[in-house]
C-alpha cells in the first residue's frame, strides 16, 4: 500500500492511497485547486485513480471531488443519504459496502452526525493481514475532538446521532488502529482539534474527553459551545450540491 495525507485549506487533510501491485487508487476528501497535485501523485505512482470520495457534503470548503473525477474519469461518491439534497448524479455509497483497489479493501461505514451523509472509510492490507490497519474518520471523529453537530440546525438530534455513531461504529474498533481526521487543529468544523494529524483508537477512547462521557453528557458538551459557522457556509454549501 501507499499513502498520503495532504494537510491543505481550511485545515482540511486530504488523503490519497491505493495498491501500488494492482496500480489502482482512492482520493478522499479533494478539496478544490488540489486536483493537479492528485493527478501528479498518480502520474509518479502509476496507478489510476478509481474512486474520488467526499467522506460528506462539506460546509467549509469547496469540493474538488467532482472536478478529479471527471479529469481523471472516475466516479465521484458519496454516501447514499445525500441523495435527498444533492442536485447531481453521482455514486452512491451505503453502510458496510467494500470497495477494492487489489490488496487494498476499503470498508464504508455510515456515520451520521456532523451531517446526515458522513461516513468513514475503514482500510485494511490484504499483504499485511485481515485486520483493518486504519480508519480514515472524515468529520466524525479528531483528534482530541469530535465534528460539531449543529449544521443542519438540528444540534441536540444531530449530537445525539454522532454519539450513537461513535458508539456503533468507530469505538468497538481495535484500540491500535489508527484514525486520519478531515480536519486539524485550526478548522470551524469542531472545538478543541489537535494540530495532530493522526490518533489510534485506544488513544482517543484514553484521552478524547468527549468520548468518556455518557449519551447525556456528551450531547450537554457538544450542544454547549457551538462555534462560528464557516465563512461564506451557505454559498459553500450550494456549490458542493449544486447540478
Not at 500500500?1 to 494492482?22: D, R, V
Not at 495532530?196 to 450542544?223: C, H, Q, Y
Request: with cysteine; aromatic share 8%.
Amino acid at each position: 500500500m501507499f499513502f498520503k495525507q495532504l494537510p491543505t485549506k481550511e485545515s482540511s487533510l486530504s488523503y490519497f492511497f491505493g495498491c501500488a501491485g494492482h496500480a489502482i487508487a482512492a482520493a478522499v476528501d479533494v478539496v478544490a485547486g488540489d486536483e493537479d497535485w492528485f493527478i501528479e501523485q498518480a502520474a509518479q505512482a502509476n496507478v489510476r485513480i478509481a474512486y474520488v470520495i467526499d467522506t460528506h457534503v462539506h460546509a467549509d470548503h469547496y469540493s474538488g471531488g467532482r472536478e478529479l473525477a471527471k479529469r481523471v474519469g472516475a466516479p465521484y461518491c458519496l454516501h447514499e443519504s445525500a441523495r435527498s439534497f444533492v442536485k447531481f448524479v453521482y455514486e452512491s455509497l451505503v453502510d458496510g459496502q467494500m470497495l477494492d483497489l487489489g490488496n487494498v479493501k476499503i470498508k464504508v461505514l455510515h456515520t451520521p452526525g456532523h451531517t446526515i451523509d458522513s461516513m468513514c472509510l475503514l482500510v485494511s492490507d490484504a499483504r499485511r493481514g485481515p485486520e483493518p490497519w486504519f480508519v480514515i474518520t472524515g468529520d466524525t471523529l479528531f483528534v482530541g475532538a469530535t465534528g460539531r453537530p449543529d449544521l443542519a440546525g438540528r444540534e441536540q438530534e444531530m449530537a445525539g446521532m454522532l454519539f450513537d455513531s461513535l458508539g456503533s461504529k468507530l469505538l468497538s474498533l481495535p484500540s491500535e488502529l489508527e484514525i486520519f481526521p478531515g480536519h486539524q487543529a485550526g478548522s470551524a468544523c469542531g472545538v478543541g482539534l489537535s494540530g495532530k494529524p493522526s490518533s489510534t483508537i485506544g488513544f482517543e477512547k484514553r484521552w478524547n474527553p468527549l468520548l468518556a462521557m455518557d449519551r447525556e453528557g456528551f450531547v450537554r458538551e457538544l450542544t454547549a459551545v457551538i462555534p462560528a459557522r464557516p465563512a461564506n457556509m451557505d454559498q459553500i454549501v450550494a456549490t458542493n450540491i449544486a447540478a
